[in-house]
Structure formats: C-alpha cells, structure tokens
C-alpha cells in the first residue's frame, strides 16, 4: 500500500474509517474468572478452509450451454486437496539478487508507481 492512497479515497470513506473505529472497554490485568482459558491444539485443523458455499447451492453462470441441468456445488471432501492451496498466497523462495521474488517486488512497486502517477495526472 502506498502513502498516497489515503489521498484517493473520498473524503466521505476516509471519515466514515475514522468514525466507525470503536475502543474496548476498560482493559484488566487479570483474566477473566468466568471464561476458563483454552488450551493451544498442536495440530492445525482439518476443516480451516471451507469453500464460500455450502453443498447443494446452484452455481449460477457457470453453465452456460443451454438444455443442460443446474450446476451444484459439492461438499468440501469431494473437492481435491490442491485446490484449498490456491486461496493461500504465493510464495517465493529468495534466490538473491536479480532471482524471480526480487522481480516480483520490483514489478508490484514499478506498478504501484505508475498508478500514483497517473492518479496525479488526472487532478
């Protein structure tokens, strides 16, 4: 994120971001006696990503040849395991210099420039 984004938002989002940040109430140092504190499980669970929809949603728009059934979406088991891999973001291993996650970074900046500069053209 840029330092000038802040400046391309209107004026109307950037006050509604600044009204609607709450506070907590008054912080303790002691926890709370009603709540007892939860043990930190070792294994990750199974079930962390779970798809947008639950099994048996139509899937509107992705049948797009005419005569044929409704598209419905399958229980998260039936789906392979690669593809809960996908929401994950991508990671680079770091090869040095010139290597592909230091291009990479160049572009998103290189990209983010352009779209700075260009956003002061146009006022």
């Not at 109307?12 to 709370?32: D, F, H, I, K, M």
């Not at 992705?62 to 229980?75: F, Q």
Request: some cysteine.
């Amino acid at each position: 994120m840029s330092l000038l984004a802040p400046a391309r938002r209107t004026f109307r989002t950037t006050l509604s971001l600044w009204s609607a940040r709450g506070y907590a109430s008054t912080s303790s140092s002691e926890p709370s006696s009603s709540q007892p504190p939860k043990p930190a499980s070792s294994e990750p669970s199974k079930k962390d990503v779970t798809s947008s929809c639950p099994a048996g949603t139509i899937m509107t728009g992705l049948n797009y040849l005419k005569g044929e059934p409704p598209i419905l979406a399958k229980p998260d088991e039936e789906y392979p395991a690669w593809l809960w891999e996908l929401t994950k973001p991508r990671q680079l291993m770091d090869d040095g210099p010139g290597g592909k996650a230091e291009k990479r970074q160049l572009r998103l900046t290189h990209r983010q420039t352009l779209k700075d500069k260009n956003m002061f053209k146009t006022k």
